[in-house]
């Protein structure tokens, strides 16, 4: 029987730079596979594919980073540092810390940058800082300005994700000559509209999300396309929102909610490898 278990906390940098990292984790017969998150809901947030194994009997874990699902940096495949880690952990129901040195390595096996891993179960660590965020609201010592600084730390929130807002750039690996965008309201069906582009190509000049998924067959033709969302309206509840999932028909998939504002824009770019 396979379980799930989900870790958040930091990367300590040996330059003193902290970044927030999250590990989704499915364990099955000591096998590790899943996702990592560095950067979460930051400017440079990167989804990447991870395995390793855990060992319940000499209570260590091992895993490495592998492949790179998508990210909000501009992409040059070699820029990416893969992370590895193996450590120390006492179980994986997420009681325990998950702390020790880290190395990174580039896609061709070049050392990048080390450091440390901070980090605790997702549950513990959420509990922890909602008493944070609470202790600080009630405080009368902590000026209000304070109060919504820490509110919205992206820090704080590092387990949450918020998905794709205005203005930003999703930029992923794709081996596929076509993709499946599929895209619905998950809230209130509020009415707000958006247009669908293609490399410059109008798909959808109006679209208004609906409860049901409507699936739009994207076919690439170039090595870099770029896929882009514009909102239109805002509907009766700001902001334009829209659940969307890409996906190549083979099992590769990136979803996530898109927020923008009226005449904001959201932009998935397709960095192909190979044309197959």
Not at 235 to 252: F, H, L, S, V, Y
Request: a neutral charge.
């Amino acid at each position: 029987m396979s379980q799930q278990i989900d870790y958040v906390g930091m990367l300590a940098l040996q330059d003193s730079t902290f970044i927030s990292y999250k590990i989704e984790l499915t364990e099955k017969d000591g096998l590790l596979s899943g996702f990592s998150y560095t950067d979460l809901n930051g400017p440079h947030e990167s989804k990447n594919t991870l395995v390793g194994r855990f060992d319940d009997k000499e209570n260590t874990i091992e895993f490495r980073e592998v492949a790179i699902v998508y990210t909000k940096s501009p992409i040059t495949e070699l820029d990416f540092c893969y992370v590895y880690f193996k450590g120390d952990l006492r179980n994986l129901k997420g009681r325990a810390s998950l702390t020790g040195s880290f190395k990174s390595y580039y896609d061709d096996l070049q050392p990048c940058i080390n450091g440390e891993i901070i980090m605790q179960g997702e549950d513990k660590f959420q509990r922890k800082t909602d008493k944070i965020v609470s202790r600080v609201e009630k405080s009368k010592k902590v000026p209000d300005s304070i109060k919504q600084r820490i509110a919205n730390s992206r820090f704080l929130n590092s387990s949450k994700r918020q998905g794709l807002q205005g203005g930003e750039t999703l930029n992923v690996f794709w081996e596929s000559k076509i993709a499946y965008l599929e895209i619905w309201d998950p809230g209130t069906v509020d009415g707000d509209a958006m247009s669908i582009n293609l490399n410059g190509k109008m798909i959808k000049d109006s679209y208004s999300p609906k409860k049901a998924k409507t699936k739009i067959p994207l076919i690439f033709d170039k090595e870099v396309n770029k896929l882009t969302l514009k909102a239109l309206t805002e509907g009766t509840e700001p902001p334009n929102t829209a659940q969307i999932r890409i996906t190549d028909g083979n099992g590769k998939e990136i979803s996530m909610l898109s927020s923008f504002k009226l005449g904001e824009q959201v932009e998935v770019v397709f960095c192909q490898k190979d044309l197959k």
